[in-house]
């Protein structure tokens, strides 16, 4: 019904910048909340930043400051913008939506996942 497809992932220096972008496709009638976790090798996935249709943003602590979201609701696209990034900052990230569906029904949809590394 409906698809994610990220990408932007990489590996980056300690201080460096990335930036992930994450399409929505498929029968969507309007995109709700979008955002963004993150997976570290064992540990548990964990919020980044969310965005509503609104544009209210939230952001966990250990992000404010040195990452942004942004969406291009003409694109279904989600961004995450990663400034000073830090070795701590390495995992694997996700996006997730919100999405009304053309059949009035919503869903919640994750994306597969882009890895980001931060090392020198």
């Known amino acids: 019904q409906v698809q994610l497809v990220e990408s932007g992932g990489g590996l980056v220096q300690p201080g460096g910048s990335l930036r992930l972008s994450c399409a929505a496709s498929?029968?969507?009638?309007?995109?709700?909340?979008m955002g963004w976790y993150r997976q570290a090798p064992g540990e548990q996935r964990e919020l980044v930043a969310t965005?509503?249709?609104?544009?209210?943003?939230n952001f966990a602590d250990s992000v404010k400051g040195r990452f942004t979201i942004s969406r291009d609701n003409a694109k279904n696209t989600v961004y995450l913008q990663m400034n000073s990034l830090k070795p701590e900052d390495t995992a694997v990230y996700y996006c997730?939506?919100?999405?009304?569906?053309?059949?009035?029904?919503?869903?919640?949809?994750w994306g597969q996942g882009t890895l980001v590394t931060v090392s020198s």
């Open positions: 997730k939506t919100r999405v009304l569906l053309t059949t009035r029904a919503y869903v919640e949809v």
């Open positions: 498929g029968s969507i009638f309007r995109i709700e909340a």
């Open positions: 965005i509503t249709s609104g544009t209210a943003t």
